[in-house]
């Protein structure tokens, strides 16, 4: 037997597996952010330069209608970078 998971029934209103797809990528983001930010903080000049680069690169791939979900999850994992 199949069952599914409750939706919402107002305007504008996602399926679940939808938004727990979302909040899984939104996650997802913030933990490859979080990985590239920790690189940084060691002392090793050529992995700083590598953790910049990955940085960089991860924050210009978040897509903007995720933004606002990695963010928290950002604030979740106690790290400095925030997407504007």
Do not use: C, K, Y
């Not at 690189?39 to 590598?50: F, S």
């Not at 910049?52 to 994992?77: D, I, K, M």
């Amino acid at each position: 037997m199949v069952t599914r998971l409750p939706t919402s029934s107002g305007d504008g209103a996602e399926p679940a597996q939808q938004r727990v797809r979302r909040w899984q990528t939104a996650r997802s983001w913030a933990r490859l952010i979080r990985e590239a930010e920790a690189l940084w903080r060691v002392d090793v000049r050529a992995l700083r330069r590598l953790a910049s680069q990955e940085l960089f690169q991860l924050v210009q791939e978040v897509p903007p209608r995720l933004r606002r979900r990695v963010n928290l999850w950002l604030e979740r994992f106690n790290v400095a970078t925030r997407l504007h």
